[in-house]
């Protein structure tokens, strides 16, 4: 009986699965591939919103089938009606590739999809709750079809995921109770590489800096405040003429993720000021690599790093600069601070992460792969 058991949990799924090229979900889906490869499951992945780069586009095409749909992805559109195509997009590629699933991570993307396949909806971040978060306000006026498009999509889903219980609490908080709500936290795997503290220089961040959810002008005003360089990766410039003047820290720009791992495990610390991070892939990434983190405090890095990082207020340059000075002079607990960070970074391993995926698929795909067989 055991036997059996094992090996319907490893019949072959093919699932079609909703990226984007823009932030960390990219990330995601890629290495959730990979470390599901071993696991049986193949990938059909539909790109939507800004089209990849080559360097995306074979590294997609390596892990599964690639298709790139030229439509808008909900923070981006101005009107409810600039996603009206996407439902029956998504579903009809569901039905041409013969997916056994359908892993959509954006929850608009499932709202009014007539499809009999099993849907599983990954909140990564919404309007609404970045909202909440950065603003401490509702959507403003004219925006409301966020939140109804949102709450539809959560409602379609026969599963609903977040990446952390933090973001899972903030979603019930905006969208009310959700069914079938679970938590599968982003993975990264162990660093291949990793440098000697005495070789390591300068302070890194990682983000979308456009994006005011990043805090990235705290970083620039953190800057002027150190003697050593404050080094931000990631783009200033958004797809929306969303733009970031930097006046004291060093703008690196959109790097590849080779690259920007190499320059995150080479930084004696890295730095965060977010004040939205429904999980925060890029202090995970730090943490493999033994760089200790100074995090803004808030709910998601306090659940995720708390014991294993230093914690600032968000909104103060001077604090940060205390903190990284702190890190920077006192190796002892420069040392103590990157072993703890390193350690907890073996919580969020591409393994865990997999085997909770492949539960979740099960649950859905089976019974209805088993149904159609009958």
Not at 86 to 112: G, K, M, V, W
């Amino acid at each position: 009986m055991r036997r059996r058991r094992s090996e319907k949990a490893l019949a072959p799924l093919r699932v079609l699965m909703t990226l984007d090229t823009v932030g960390g979900v990219w990330r995601f889906g890629m290495d959730l591939a990979r470390a599901l490869q071993p696991r049986n499951v193949s990938f059909i992945f539909a790109v939507l919103g800004p089209a990849p780069t080559e360097a995306q586009k074979q590294e997609a095409e390596a892990l599964g089938q690639f298709v790139h749909l030229p439509l808008l992805l909900d923070w981006m559109a101005k009107t409810e009606s600039d996603l009206a195509a996407i439902p029956a997009s998504i579903a009809d590629l569901a039905q041409r590739y013969e997916a056994d699933l359908i892993h959509l991570n954006l929850p608009t993307q499932a709202a009014e999809i007539q499809t009999d396949k099993p849907i599983v909806v990954m909140s990564h971040s919404c309007v609404p709750t970045w909202f909440q978060a950065v603003r401490k306000s509702a959507p403003p006026e004219g925006w409301e079809w966020h939140a109804r498009l949102n709450r539809q999509g959560i409602n379609r889903a026969d599963i609903v995921l977040a990446p952390s219980r933090s973001h899972a609490e903030l979603m019930i908080a905006t969208y009310g109770q959700i069914r079938n709500l679970r938590v599968v936290h982003n993975a990264t795997g162990p660093a291949t590489h990793v440098v000697d503290r005495s070789s390591r220089d300068g302070i890194v961040a990682v983000g979308r800096w456009w994006d005011d959810g990043k805090n990235g002008a705290v970083l620039d005003q953190l800057a002027a405040l150190l003697k050593r360089p404050v080094t931000m990766i990631g783009s200033c410039s958004g797809p929306n003429g969303e733009t970031l003047p930097l006046h004291h820290a060093e703008p690196a720009g959109s790097l590849c993720h080779a690259e920007t791992l190499e320059r995150v495990g080479k930084a004696e610390v890295f730095v965060s000021p977010s004040l939205y991070e429904p999980f925060g892939l890029a202090a995970l990434e730090a943490a493999a690599r033994r760089t200790p983190l100074v995090l803004a405090d808030i709910p998601t890095y306090r659940e995720l790093w708390d014991g294993a990082a230093l914690f600032v207020p968000p909104n103060d340059p001077a604090a940060y600069a205390e903190a990284i000075d702190k890190l920077v002079n006192e190796r002892q607990l420069r040392e103590i601070l990157s072993q703890l960070a390193s350690n907890r970074a073996t919580r969020f391993s591409p393994v865990r992460q997999a085997t909770a995926m492949r539960a979740v698929y099960d649950t859905l795909a089976l019974p209805a792969m088993n149904m159609h067989a009958g």
